[in-house]
């Protein structure tokens, strides 16, 4: 029984932390639930996230610069989140390590001048 004591003790820490996040989080919920204006108007409610309108039909036609350019952030963050680990760890790596992320690199490299080529960052109306 004292063990167990021990054993919940050694935890009482994180569970006052989550108790207090989870009660933070419903308090914020609820003040702006019950603070936060509510006049709706044309503004609000339109379509200004994906920057058009909505579709009448599935057949519309539409800029697809936005989808470009979140296909590239999607590219770059995915180097970052690969460059990070190894550059903490490079120093502990083989040479061979090295060089495999270079030429990593040059990948993501040569594919951002062919989208840069192809006119992706374009932000005419005809694309």
Wanted: net charge negative; hydrophobic share 60%.
């Amino acid at each position: 029984m004292l063990l167990g004591l021990v054993y919940f003790l050694n935890y009482l820490d994180i569970l006052i932390y989550l108790l207090t996040a989870l009660g933070l989080v419903i308090l914020l919920i609820l003040l702006t639930r019950f603070l936060s204006p509510r006049n709706f108007d044309f503004e609000k409610l339109s379509a200004y996230e994906c920057g058009f309108e909505t579709f009448i039909t599935t057949r519309t036609k539409f800029n697809i610069s936005f989808i470009s350019v979140a296909i590239l952030y999607l590219i770059f963050d995915i180097e970052i989140i690969l460059l990070i680990p190894w550059a903490l760890t490079s120093r502990f790596l083989p040479l061979f390590t090295f060089w495999v992320i270079c030429f990593f690199m040059i990948l993501i490299l040569v594919g951002f001048i062919y989208e840069w080529l192809l006119g992706a960052m374009n932000w005419d109306e005809d694309n």
